[in-house]
């Protein structure tokens, strides 16, 4: 998210520099294209997500520019996935995806209009620096730092189990966002999304999987930017046992967890009831 201000500011910035100098309030500044499919990288990864028994899609994403930053501040992706594969979410929930082997995303339409056709990702979600998530900047130019509940076509309300949808940030501690809380980020900012988007209600299928990302310009034709993973085995990850905790009766304590034979890697997720966060 703060990638995305950075980048705003920026923008911002080249724009009065014309102004400025040339004497012409009339004359329309200067402005130069940018080739987005050279100087972006667009990486996909899909997997099984074990939700307490209940497996779905698991899905990580990465669309960034040369800079590291996130490649553009709004774009419309859409998952294809092979024959076999269904989105179950229902048509409230998916919209014209709903039946279909499609997880996509509606171009966006001026603030405040319709979700037209209704999509999965809506006009909200696009691929970002840190994955899929739903923070399209909006045609009047605002930003947002929002993270959706997941997996998608989850029980919101539900506290624990495997419809039990959540929200997942990453913040101060992990190596992975060495920045967080460095003086950047606005002050309603709680963390990066972790990357991985995972959705409940699909029947899953061995097969390549597409990724296109549409890039809307009024300046220039962009070309969409592809990426394709395989899903090879549909066996899950075992169940993880509950967690314990142990007060240190400071506010803090230690969380204990056995990390299943078959994971070589594992990130806790530490979530304060009475915030959400």
Do not use: H, W
Not at 30 to 50: D, E, H, R
Not at 129 to 153: D, E, H, M, R, V
Not at 238 to 246: D, E, K
């Amino acid at each position: 998210m703060t990638n995305r201000i950075l980048a705003l500011v920026a923008l911002g910035g080249l724009a009065a520099l014309p102004a400025c100098t040339s004497g012409q309030s009339a004359k329309e500044p200067a402005f130069t294209s940018v080739n987005i499919p050279a100087t972006t990288k667009l990486q996909f990864a899909v997997g099984t997500a074990n939700r307490n028994g209940a497996v779905g899609l698991n899905t990580v994403v990465t669309f960034r520019a040369n800079t590291g930053f996130s490649a553009t501040l709004v774009n419309t992706p859409a998952i294809t996935g092979p024959a076999g594969f269904v989105n179950n979410g229902t048509a409230a929930a998916a919209g014209v995806d709903a039946g279909t082997n499609m997880i996509s995303a509606t171009p966006q339409l001026a603030t405040g209009l319709p979700n037209t056709p209704p999509t999965t990702f809506g006009q909200t979600y696009g691929a970002f620096a840190y994955g899929f998530a739903p923070i399209n900047a909006t045609t009047s130019g605002a930003t947002s730092s929002a993270a959706a509940p997941l997996p998608f076509f989850g029980t919101v309300t539900a506290a624990s189990g495997a419809a039990g949808a959540r929200t997942y940030l990453v913040g101060p501690g992990n190596s992975f966002v060495p920045n967080f809380r460095d003086g950047t980020q606005p002050s309603n900012f709680n963390g990066y999304n972790p990357g991985f988007v995972d959705f409940a209600g699909v029947t899953l299928a061995t097969g390549s999987y597409g990724l296109n990302v549409a890039i809307s310009s009024a300046n220039t034709t962009v070309p969409n930017v592809t990426a394709s993973a395989n899903l090879t085995n549909l066996t899950p990850l075992p169940v993880f046992a509950p967690p314990t905790f142990t007060s240190d009766g400071a506010g803090g304590g230690t969380v204990g967890i056995v990390v299943p034979v078959g994971c070589t890697e594992a990130m806790v997720e530490v979530v304060d009831t009475a915030t959400g966060l």
